[in-house]
């Protein structure tokens, strides 16, 4: 079964269970319930996403499928019906069509960038400066996002990307960057940032490159606007193939130190 009418057919059963006292996730909980146990396969949830640890391993009889056939464990190289197909070697704009939800934070950004004549390596670190958040990991984000593109960009683009996380929380009256306004609802009026985060704005501050990282905050700020949805990755095509090495053999596939990061986004729900 292909896998639009493997999620039509699970949505429709899903849908059939539905109660108009369910909740939003009450009934994705139980579209995604529907979605597994179609399978002959068992998902497990990364460790790192699982607050409840039991959960996160199979829980006993959890390889008897439908029918009562044995189910496989979804590995690295099987496809997730769930997750729209990779090609065999994506290219970074494969990544952002196909594993990134909602790439449109990180589109605006680099739009925001380039309408501003921007240097390229600045467009590049904006279309990048968050793809940990939209497409791998949250916590310290800066950091893993950096590592991810080490190899491929520019040094001063992969530092800007692990610097930003820290300038977002200090103004630069020179450039007209406030401390975000929305920070003080989200974190709180008197929030203060945690040692290391201090430790890595001092570092940046003085630093040749700072005015790379300081502008992807620039930028960052105002491309948060939900009613953009205009921008495609394509418009950037020409300033990643200038500015982004791919490599050949696919993103995760050409054995860098960072491969399997780009094959965890790939296939983020494998067993091992
Ligand atoms: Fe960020
Ligand atoms: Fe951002």
Redesign the pocket.
């Known amino acids: 079964m292909d896998r639009r009418k493997f999620m039509q057919n699970a949505a429709a059963v899903a849908a059939a269970s539905f109660t108009a006292e369910m909740t939003l996730s009450q009934r994705a909980e139980a579209f995604e319930g529907v979605m597994i146990e179609g399978l002959p396969y068992h998902f497990s949830t990364p460790v790192i996403c699982e607050p409840d640890r039991e959960r996160s391993m199979a829980p006993p009889g959890s390889n008897i499928g439908p029918g009562g056939a044995p189910t496989s464990k979804l590995m690295a190289g099987m496809a997730d019906p769930r997750l729209p197909p990779m090609p065999e070697k994506p290219t970074l704009l494969d990544f952002y069509r196909y594993r990134i939800p909602n790439p449109s934070h990180l589109l605006q950004s680099a739009n925001y960038a380039m309408q501003n004549n921007m240097d390229e390596k600045v467009i590049l670190a904006c279309l990048l400066?968050?793809i940990s958040?939209e497409g791998f990991l949250r916590t310290d984000?800066?950091f893993w996002g950096a590592q991810l593109v080490r190899p491929y960009v520019d040094e001063e683009v992969a530092w800007a990307i692990q610097k930003?996380?820290a300038l977002?929380f200090f103004a630069d009256d020179s450039v007209g960057y406030d401390y975000p306004a929305v920070y003080r609802e989200w974190f709180g009026m008197n929030y203060e940032v945690e040692p290391w985060v201090q430790a890595e704005y001092d570092e940046a501050k003085n630093h040749r490159w700072y005015m790379s990282a300081r502008l992807i905050t620039l930028n960052?700020l105002y491309s948060f606007d939900p009613n953009v949805t205009d921008i495609e990755i394509d418009q950037f095509e020409d300033v990643v193939g200038r500015n982004f090495k791919q490599p050949k053999e696919g993103l995760g596939f050409d054995g860098s130190p960072v491969a399997h990061m780009w094959r965890t986004m790939i296939w983020p729900n494998s067993w091992l």
């Open positions: 400066h968050d958040v984000h800066g930003h996380q977002r960052d």
